[in-house]
């Protein structure tokens, strides 16, 4: 009798443990189900559309006393005026940056410069850190243009045609910078170049957040690329079999760039990129 109720008090508490075992696993399940649930409902769809003679370069801005500034852009060098007709002294050297300098030679290089700077901003959208700043298009500062102190600053287009005429631009952009905080979850996009090129995606995978081996991985890297026909779109489903059903995935606060193009066929009207990803 005696030992009955010794295996039978061994058996209620392993009852008990496992009872409570599994309404912890459920509860645990239910935890990480609704965290998975709310993690996909605060997802944001994007999607952007460039025409050929639209590659966005850079925002610059201004929050100094001035009442304006305005930038003069040439393949040499580029000048802050604040406001029109006054150079600023505080932006470069003079009022100017020489983009032939080895300091300032890549857009990488000028933005961190500017940035650096208390009065002004500077955020690369579809050039890369290592793209020429030769490749800024020329500008003339005047009242009213370019205006980098109003709302939301003043976008600074590419030309990778190397001179300023719109219809130069031989290679087709779209930049993505996440929300802070932010990834990008590339889905797909659509190229259409003329003659033929290739399209390239570059950043930072999620795959190497973090990563410890030595290696600098951002919008100059190249992750994934693929020839392009004259004139005919190359449509590429990143979350199709072979690939991951998520996208590709790029790590928290990532610049991505995505290019169209060969770099020496000037773009018609018909040509752009699109692409459609996710922030999360």
Same mark, same amino acid.
């Given at each position: ?21 599994? /309404? ?110 030769? &490749? ?14 109003? /709302?939301?600053?003043?976008?600074? &287009? ?7 005429? &719109? ?30 090129? /290739? ?35 190359? /449509? ?45």
């Amino acid at each position: 009798m005696k030992t009955k109720k010794k295996m039978g008090g061994v058996l209620s508490l392993a009852l008990l443990t496992l009872t409570f075992a599994a /309404t912890f696993s459920m509860k645990a399940a239910a935890v990480g189900l609704q965290d998975l649930q709310t993690k996909e409902a605060n997802k944001i769809g994007m999607a952007e559309l460039k025409a050929s003679n639209n590659a966005e370069c850079m925002n610059l801005g201004y929050s100094g006393a001035s009442s304006e500034a305005v930038v003069t852009i040439s393949s040499f060098q580029i000048t802050a005026y604040a406001p029109a007709g006054t150079a600023d002294t505080t932006f470069g050297t003079s009022g100017t940056y020489l983009l032939s300098s080895t300091s300032y030679d890549t857009m990488g290089e000028l933005c961190d410069a500017v940035e650096a700077l208390s009065s002004y901003t500077c955020r690369l959208l579809a050039c890369k850190r290592d793209d020429a700043t030769y &490749l800024l298009r020329d500008q003339t500062a005047t009242s009213g243009t370019n205006d980098l102190k109003a /709302t939301g600053g003043a976008t600074i &287009l590419l030309d990778t045609g190397g001179v300023a005429a &719109l219809t130069d631009v031989f290679v087709e952009r779209i930049g993505i910078t996440p929300l802070s905080g932010r990834r990008v979850q590339l889905k797909s996009f659509v190229g259409n170049a003329n003659v033929i090129g /290739t399209c390239k995606v570059y950043g930072k995978l999620r795959k190497f957040e973090g990563a410890t081996d030595g290696v600098t991985r951002n919008d100059t890297t190249l992750v994934w690329s693929a020839i392009t026909a004259d004139d005919t779109d190359l /449509t590429v489903d990143f979350t199709n079999s072979g690939r991951s059903p998520l996208g590709l995935e790029f790590a928290t606060d990532a610049h991505v760039v995505i290019s169209c193009g060969n770099g020496t066929g000037v773009q018609a009207a018909a040509n752009q990129v699109q692409a459609f990803w996710n922030e999360y």
